[in-house]
């Protein structure tokens, strides 16, 4: 099972979960790299440029959500997946500006944390391609630019996370469609279960707080009660100035 080895570091600091990983992501086809603590990780993480990161919250030295802070200072493409001990983290992972793509509450079944390293994996790898569109995006005072990864806002250039930044392409490049919460996981973030609609939540008012006057009534993303969310329809927006 082949992936063309690519790269996966790990870093957490308990030998046994470790192990475990290491062994579960080698018999995958993985080339896997281990840190076991958070100046070690960026580190490695500059030496080794990994295909995606596996970071644990808890970490001697300097904790995950600073190493991922330092990551995405470098990098807003490697895709970052983050181990958190307690659920009362999930809202610190979600909510901070950190950049994490997606997180896992311990303990997890090591299938579960397959299949989310597969999925993660196959979007990071499909998603560039995905915009099949390279023209420039525009409406309003709003730019996306599918060529550099850029978004601008009234000629200011707009900080995006990886997610935040392929929602919102896939809200543009399909104005007036609505997607469910379950739909949009299983597009941006490649895998669907029960209980993970608040990740989508979450990212939709991040990026609403970004790039809405007023994300309380927002200009492009709408909600659409009982479905989930869209992009407002450009052409009939624009019919009836």
């Not at 300097?62 to 990098?75: A, L, P, T």
Request: charged share 30%.
């Amino acid at each position: 099972m082949s992936h063309d080895k690519e790269s996966i570091l790990v870093v957490e600091d308990n030998k046994d979960l470790v192990n475990l990983l290491e062994i579960n992501l080698n018999d995958e086809g993985y080339d896997v790299r281990i840190a076991i603590d958070g100046v070690a990780a960026v580190d490695a993480f500059e030496k080794e440029e990994p295909s995606l990161i596996i970071l644990d919250v808890m970490l001697p030295k300097m904790d995950g959500f600073d190493v991922c802070k330092e990551i995405r200072s470098q990098n807003k493409q490697v895709p970052i997946l983050m181990l958190t001990a307690k659920s009362e983290e999930v809202d610190k992972v979600l909510g901070l500006e950190i950049g994490a793509d997606d997180y896992m509450t311990k303990p997890f079944s090591i299938r579960e944390f397959l299949a989310r390293v597969k999925a993660i994996l196959r979007r990071s790898n499909t998603l560039p391609q995905a915009a099949s569109t390279k023209t420039k995006l525009s409406y309003k005072d709003l730019i996306v630019d599918p060529n550099k990864r850029q978004v601008s806002l009234k000629g200011e250039l707009i900080e995006l996370t990886s997610k935040e930044y392929d929602l919102l392409l896939l809200f543009f490049s399909n104005p007036g469609k609505a997607y469910s919460r379950e739909k949009l996981l299983n597009i941006v973030w490649g895998y669907t279960y029960e209980g993970y609609s608040h990740t989508v939540n979450s990212h939709i008012n991040r990026l609403r707080s970004k790039i809405e006057n007023d994300p309380s009534d927002p200009d492009y993303i709408k909600t659409v009660w009982g479905v989930g969310y869209r992009f407002t329809d450009t052409e009939k927006e624009t019919n009836n100035a």
